[in-house]
């Protein structure tokens, strides 16, 4: 409202004043009408303007109801049978709104009047956690002005999040009223574990107990299972009384590193399976330890003497047997990949090998053979990532062309992961090639189709697109497939020409060993991959051998890509040089006092290419690299293209300086930083992790802090620390899944690492699933705060019991009416006249129209003698002649003629003028 506006009647009444005193046009009666009209327009329009609103009371209800939708109750049934009930018993012009909550609410019905009979509740996103507070909060805002309003809360009143008692109060300084309801949780025989914990520091052979405290409703006995790292070390049978039950459970570290801690119970008295976990870690600190892992026995040979002789110790397995758990790379200072085949090493190993060295400070160092870098099948993977080499040949050398043909089962039984990882197989294939080389892809089921037509590789990216739309169906027929991709290899021009046939299946009988003898006669070799136990091993194998190719067989697909890899690098390149020389020193460094007595000879080794920013240490004539290193993340690679087992490099094995390189190499591998002064802890909140770290010392000029969360699942959290207050950062990450969490946090001067520490963080199961405590507590506390009751009937909730209301209504919409309606009237008063002819229409008739007659005839008569004398007497004389002069002779006689005799018009006229007053 704007009473401020009113202050304009002042002048508008001036105006209307001064018009009603200058008007000359208007007088009497209708000129007082237009001036009133005027008065009361201007009136109705700055009552408009003014905002004019009269306060009248608010009489409808709003109703909303907040219900609990998380794991802790039951079923919805008996939340929804009180909502419907509740708004059955409403009067029509009430209105009523549904929220539902979880950690988020969410609005399943706005404010509405209507009522609807089948109301039913969609759920919410996380049901994990009860936060009442957020949907007393949201309940607030839909309620509109035109309702007294309230808020129904129905839940069991088991909290974990948001403090529901204070908003309660906050509504009700607000004029809300909140009501509650408390829904009904069963809970039968049941046993859980409440929580698990253990030192978080601990030292290589140290005895520790396992703390955890389990809850029964009954009497009963259960079983606890301890493990480390998924793997059972300890099992325990426990009786458990009715209410809480604590035990100590010893344990033994055994290796350093990162430990997770997992305790399971068991019982015939449980009835939730989701509140029998409980998780917890441990660092343990212990000397630093390599882990050496070797494609064939003795491939790291001079290395692990050398090893043994510096008195670091080392650990020595099979390649195929590498640790698949981060926890378990994570205990190792350095890893060490000896001629181990990319085969071997599953993606998801490889992966964890990246992050273990990237986020963690693993050192990571491969050695070659035939079955390391390139030819290993490492082009395109995690390791390769890692290391400071690329493994596929980017010199300007003259490089043999290559003519590949990939043939692909595309059959049913290739659905799924097989088919994708097949297709990724034929990617990394392509971006392998360069344009000189030509590709074909061409798969088949029951009858082959080229994906791919054979053409030279200048667009690696519609190639990879092209492989991409390969769908798996059908049967599986090899044998016109692979006559298919041979007639086109004939016609390619290329110094190699290899073709690889995946597939997982049997096949129908052909003419196999004339067409291998044609590929053989046309220089043509083939490698065979078989997938899975249904392939047809035998005639695979039989292929490969008699086209002079190489058969694999695997039953994880997850090796077809380095499978793919592999075979592209033996058949496009000469990865091998097998040509003795003696290293070229480049950017020795640290090693520079070992070279300065001269180097022995290398009699072979694996050609690779340098990474722009890795250092080049050695080289052979040609600039092809021998021994390369850089920084990784947090952690150091190094690449050694010669042999570890001495077939390759006899003289270095031999030379007096063997052992001292190895062991600043290795030693060089070693994580190089420590904590520092960097104090972090983790903890967890609702659905939120928390990260707090405390800098005791200023961190260094230019440096900042990074932290990194790392799920048990592997993914991956940047999590941004925020200041605080002096030396102490703060940061969140999102924790819905149960299990322990990896915290790393660096001090960081761009790719430098100055200092870091990790920590973990351990997260239970969902609360929800906790026993019941205090709920019906804490919803009277919620009733009393926001001025409400505990409802025991839905048909309680819109009772008659809330506070007066009174509200301004606007009526600046009924003023604007009232002025357009008395504005036509004011127009009409001063502009339109009423003439004779209105009149005489308007004048009331009490004769017919035979009595009007001589009425009408008279006054026709005296309109023909005004039209006589307007046209007799000149028109200035009649208006200006005086009636007599002063100057005209007395004696002189004037003789006034008569009047001219007027005649009563004839009937014909009458009728005429009769019919057009009817007509009119």
Known sequence: MYPWVLLALLPAGYAVYRWYRDERRLHGARKKTVAILRSLLFLSLTLAVAGTAWLAPVTQQAAVFVIDESKSIDSPREAVSFLRTAVESKQADDGYAVVGLGERPAVEYPLTQAVRTNLELSGVSNPNYTNLASGLRLAEGLVQPGYRPRVILLSDGEQNAGDAVAEAAFLKQRGVLVDVAALKRDVGREVLIRSASTPTTLYEGESFSLKTTLESTVDTTAELNIYEDNSLVSTQSVSLQKGDNSFALPLKSEQPGFHRYRVEVQSADDTVAANNTAFSFGEVAGRPAMLVLEGQPGDAKWLTSALQASGLAYEVKPGRTAPDRLEDLRRYAAIVLANVSGVDLPEQVQQQIEIAVRDFGVGLMMTGGQDAFGLGGYFGTPVEKALPVYMDIRSQKEIPSLGLMLVIDHSGSMQGQKMELAKEAARRAAQMLTPQDTLGVLAFDSSPYWVVEPKHVNDVKDIQNQVSSIQASGGTDIYPALVAAFDRMKTVQAKRKHIILLTDGQAPNGDYDGLTKRMRDQNVTMSTVAVGQDADQNLLRGLAEKAKGRFYNTTDSQNVPQIFSKETALAGKTYIQDAPFTPAIGVAADLAPLFAGGLPQINAQIATTAKETADTMLANPSGEPLLVRWQYGLGRAVAWTSDAKGVWSNQWAAWEGSSAFWNQLMTWLLPQYHAGDLDVRSGISGAQGQVEVQVKQPLASGAVLKAKVIGTDLSEQEVPLLLQAPGRYTGNFSSATPGTYMVTVNEQAGDVVLHTSTTGVSVPYSPEYSL?????????????????????????????????????????????????????????????????????????????????????????????????????EPRETRVGTPQSSAIAPTNSTTTTPPPPQTSPPDSETISKLLAKKRRK
């Open 772 to 872: 019941p405590k205090n709920g019906l507590d804490t919803l009277q506390r919620i009733a009393e705060a926001g001025g409400g009751e505990v409802l025991e009937s839905a048909e309680d909730v819109f009772r008659d019991n809330l506070p007066s209301k009174w509200q301004y209504r606007d009526l600046s919409l009924w003023f604007l009416l009232v002025a357009a309606l008395l504005w036509p009237f004011d127009t009409a008063l001063r502009r339109v006249s009423i003439t004779w002819k209105w009149k005489l229409w308007k004048r009331p008739q009490t004769a017919g129209a035979a009595a009007s007659v001589p009425a009408i005839s008279s006054l026709v008569a005296k309109v023909r003698e005004r039209k006589r004398g307007s046209g007799a």
